[in-house]
């Protein structure tokens, strides 16, 4: 599994089916969206490709606290465990947000990742505003002969979604059982210290 900043990728580049979100903690909602881009890639002959930020976007627009869960290396390690063959990322600022929804479909799906099938979460947005959602990537799609598959929300049995903010609080009340569960895995060291509130960054 390879893990590359978008302005060092190749030109050039294979057709891929291209996966995208923020996958923080690389959770249960990431790795179905991880395993369906790695089953759409087989299917059609496809490179496996994951586009993200090295920081959640909602940190810096001022949305949600700073708190990381998985840095940029980790997160890459833990995604290519569901198929991906790379990882790509941008460092999220103020001039990736100001890119509108059609400049990063045109430009960096199609133009720089060579997205011939594109994997996203029933709540993914994009571009300026955030305007660009579910429905917006459908017609860009369909316009362009593009696959597109939607994953629906994953939720435990509870019926609780399973979301990163979900596992911030959860690890802010001191509750490893419903982080663990989320996250399908044991806490990492980083998220030992996010349990219980103690972390201050």
Not at 2 to 9: A, E, F, M, S, T
Not at 18 to 43: I, K, N, W
Not at 157 to 170: E, K, N, P, Q
Request: charged share 20%; net charge negative; proline share 5%.
């Amino acid at each position: 599994m390879q893990l590359i900043n978008l302005r060092d990728l190749p030109e050039n580049r294979p057709p891929a089916a291209v996966c995208l979100g923020t996958f923080d903690g690389v959770h249960l909602g990431h790795q179905a969206l991880l395993t369906a881009t790695a089953e759409a890639a087989r299917r059609q002959g496809l490179a496996a490709c994951a586009y993200t930020f090295d920081v959640p976007p909602a940190a810096v627009l001022g949305h949600a606290p700073a708190q990381v869960l998985t840095p940029i290396a980790e997160k890459a390690a833990l995604m290519g465990a569901y198929g991906v063959d790379t990882v790509v990322y941008s460092h999220f600022d103020a001039a990736v947000a100001a890119h509108e929804a059609e400049w990063f479909f045109e430009e960096l799906l199609l133009g720089r990742l060579n997205a011939r099938h594109i994997v996203i979460g029933f709540h993914y947005h994009f571009g300026r505003f955030a305007r660009g959602d579910a429905e917006l990537m459908r017609g860009f799609c369909a316009a362009k002969n593009i696959g597109l598959t939607v994953v629906p929300p994953v939720c435990l049995s509870d019926g609780t979604l399973v979301s990163s903010s979900a596992i911030r609080d959860a690890l802010t009340r001191g509750d490893r059982q419903t982080a663990e569960t989320m996250l399908n895995r044991p806490l990492s060291q980083r998220e030992e210290v996010l349990l219980g509130g103690r972390y201050n960054e």
